[in-house]
């Protein structure tokens, strides 16, 4: 019963500040399920709430190497996960949306326990 304008202006349009993998928005499912897990974790995880949460747990952003991450960061992410009660995946998700969570490729990572 819309105009085609107002139908246009609700579109989600693709945004630089997430990080999407090739498989992701390819099918209204994919979109559906993105559109799920980003209000999920907004709802559970209020901006506020996470910037201070960040203040006292971690200095500079956390580092992902596709699901890996360093002691430090994997104990901050721990923490957060605790505090706020959710899973790891949400609060990447959040973490990721409000720039406390940089991606990276595994080639990047260092394991400081690895003895050559």
């Not at 107002?6 to 945004?15: N, T």
């Not at 500079?60 to 890996?68: A, K, Q, S, V």
């Not at 721990?78 to 080639?107: E, H, N």
């Amino acid at each position: 019963l819309e105009s085609e304008e107002v139908k246009a202006s609700c579109e989600m349009r693709y945004s630089a500040r997430t990080a999407y993998t090739p498989r992701e928005l390819k099918t209204r499912e994919d979109w559906n399920e993105w559109q799920a897990n980003v209000l999920g974790a907004a709802i559970l995880l209020p901006q506020k709430e996470v910037d201070l949460a960040m203040r006292r747990f971690a200095e500079t952003p956390l580092i992902n190497y596709e699901g890996r991450y360093s002691y430090g960061d994997h104990l901050t992410l721990r923490l957060f996960c605790r505090l706020f009660g959710v899973s790891k995946t949400t609060a990447s998700i959040r973490l990721r949306q409000l720039g406390y969570m940089v991606d990276r490729p595994f080639s990047e990572y260092v394991d400081p326990l690895e003895v050559w």
